[in-house]
């Protein structure tokens, strides 16, 4: 027994020594970006507890848009697949939670875990009819599919027969705050290992050529749908977050502008890449609570003029023409 504990004694003293050094290992192994990025999660983290009301409710918003922006990078920035239809997971995820907040009474941070099940099995669903399309007809599917949802929703009794569904859980906006932080944390997390070994390589070769990527080996069918399933999980979860920061779910959920919104994200920070959705939700977003609040309805097109500029002459988006350059900032810039 005293040799076995001598052992054990000097094995734990050990991992302490080396403990440092492997974390060490370990954040540098992250790289430059996702270490920023790290670091601004958590700064926010942080400072949430003696935050002004004010600037509470400016971080909720953004980071519902960020997140709802990293969700459908996982599809359209990962695999070129432009997705119109987006909204109806977060759409979907808006109501799960407001169904279930209200018919149930779960606890709302169960109705966020229920919509992220709910946008997943919905993109499960959509997905393996609409993945078998390519280009513009996988884009035109999408948009059908969100242009139906209204309808659906609208005409069903159990959520509201289009007049919605209100509920009221009184002040929880501590509680709103970490769970959409703890949601777009995780997306950055996933986004960066998305993009390193075997899935990263694969997504590239899909990226650029389908079919060789196929002929190469690489079970597209399955990847696209392991994206689309995890993008549309994410979207809801994001979803029941912003209903229930606004303690309601209408048919406007499905609106077509939240698609086009997280669709500007990324194509003006940068499609696929890990830092490009929150450049993007920074673009759009602040400005719209900021100085575009004097002019709403002049949002819309500020933001359209800036995503056609950019997909027409700056493909690669912020992040793309940083990286064009200035060569020095590629090794920080992912």
Same mark, same amino acid.
């Given at each position: 027994m005293r040799i076995i504990? /001598?052992?054990?004694?000097?094995?734990?003293?050990?991992? %302490?020594?080396?403990?440092?050094?492997?974390?060490w290992k370990g954040w540098r192994s992250l790289g430059p970006t996702a270490q920023g990025l790290g670091i601004v999660l958590a700064v926010l983290g942080g400072l949430g507890p003696v935050l002004p009301v004010?600037?509470?409710?400016? %971080?909720?918003?953004?980071?519902?848009?960020?997140?709802?922006?990293?969700?459908?990078? %996982?599809i359209t920035g990962m695999t070129g697949y432009v997705s119109f239809g987006h909204v109806v997971f977060a759409g979907a995820g808006a109501y799960a939670l407001a169904y279930g907040v209200t018919a149930w009474g779960i606890h709302p941070l169960a109705g966020v875990v229920a919509a992220g099940l709910t946008g997943a099995l919905l993109?499960? $669903?959509?997905?393996? !009819?609409?993945?078998?399309?390519? +280009? #513009?007809?996988?884009?035109? #599917?999408?948009?059908?599919?969100?242009?139906?949802? !209204?309808?659906? !929703? /609208?005409?069903?009794?159990?959520? $509201?027969?289009? /007049?919605? @569904?209100?509920?009221?859980? $009184?002040?929880? @906006?501590?509680?709103?705050?970490?769970?959409? &932080?703890?949601?777009?944390? /995780?997306?950055?997390?996933?986004? &960066? &290992?998305?993009?390193?070994?075997?899935i990263g390589l694969g997504l590239r070769a899909l990226r650029d050529d389908e079919d060789a990527a196929r002929a190469v080996g690489i079970n597209v069918p399955r990847l696209k749908l392991f994206l689309y399933v995890l993008s549309g999980g994410f979207a809801g979860a994001a979803g029941? !977050?912003?209903?229930?920061?606004?303690?309601?779910?209408?048919?406007?959920?499905?609106?077509?502008?939240?698609?086009?919104d997280m669709l500007a994200m990324i194509i003006i920070g940068g499609m696929g890449t890990l830092s490009?959705?929150?450049?993007?939700?920074?673009?759009?977003?602040?400005?719209?609570?900021?100085?575009?609040?004097?002019?709403?309805? +002049?949002?819309?097109?500020?933001?359209?003029?800036l995503v056609i500029l950019i997909a027409l002459f700056l493909?690669? $988006? @912020?992040?793309? @023409?940083?990286r064009k350059y200035i060569p020095e900032a590629r090794r920080y810039l992912e």
């Open positions: 504990g /001598s052992v054990w004694f000097r094995f734990r003293e050990m991992r %302490l020594r080396t403990l440092p050094s492997t974390l004010a600037l509470f409710v400016f %971080l909720i918003l953004f980071m519902i848009y960020a997140a709802w922006a990293y969700s459908i990078n %996982l993109a499960l $669903g959509v997905g393996v !009819v609409t993945l078998r399309l390519r +280009g #513009a007809y996988f884009a035109i #599917a999408t948009l059908v599919t969100a242009l139906a949802a !209204v309808y659906i !929703v /609208s005409g069903t009794p159990a959520l $509201g027969d289009g /007049s919605g @569904i209100r509920f009221y859980l $009184g002040f929880q @906006i501590g509680t709103q705050y970490y769970a959409i &932080w703890t949601l777009l944390a /995780s997306e950055i997390a996933l986004t &960066w &290992w998305v993009t390193r070994g075997r029941s !977050v912003f209903t229930w920061f606004n303690s309601s779910a209408f048919p406007d959920a499905f609106q077509l502008a939240y698609s086009l490009g959705p929150w450049i993007g939700a920074v673009v759009v977003n602040v400005p719209r609570q900021t100085l575009l609040k004097l002019l709403p309805q +002049g949002q819309p097109i500020v933001i359209g003029l493909p690669g $988006g @912020i992040v793309g @023409i940083i």
